[in-house]
Nanobody, 119 residues
């Protein structure tokens, strides 16, 4: 059974930093991209960042470029999201996700972790 378990959310002041981690288990992810989505209250879930598990190619949405860094740890089977210079508009539930490289659909979701940035 595949599981994606997020950790590291919390409350931080604007300008601060948080690091999220997603521990993956239940299968190998060599042919997957893994990453993060977020959903703010009253808004649709949106893509944040992703990394190709095999090649390490990185993808970011424009609003987080230069502030967020996604990385993968093969030894721990984990994906991390380092978030710096946080803004109140980054407040959302952050979800870890995994998608096969040849698919347009997310195959697996984590349960989500809350990130709140106060002004």
């Amino acid at each position: 059974q595949v599981q994606l378990v997020e950790s590291g959310g919390g409350l931080v002041q604007a300008g601060g930093s948080l690091s999220l981690s997603c521990a993956a288990s239940g299968r190998t992810f060599n042919n997957y991209a893994m990453g993060w989505f977020r959903q703010a209250p009253g808004k649709e879930r949106e893509f944040v960042a992703a990394v190709s598990w095999r090649s390490g190619e990185l993808y970011y949405t424009d609003s987080v470029k230069g502030r967020f860094t996604i990385s993968r740890d093969h030894a721990k089977n984990a994906v991390c999201l380092q978030m710096n210079s946080l803004k109140p508009e980054d407040t959302a539930v952050y979800y870890c996700a995994a998608r096969r490289l040849n698919s347009d659909y997310i195959d697996y979701w984590g349960q989500g972790t809350q990130v709140t940035v106060s002004s």
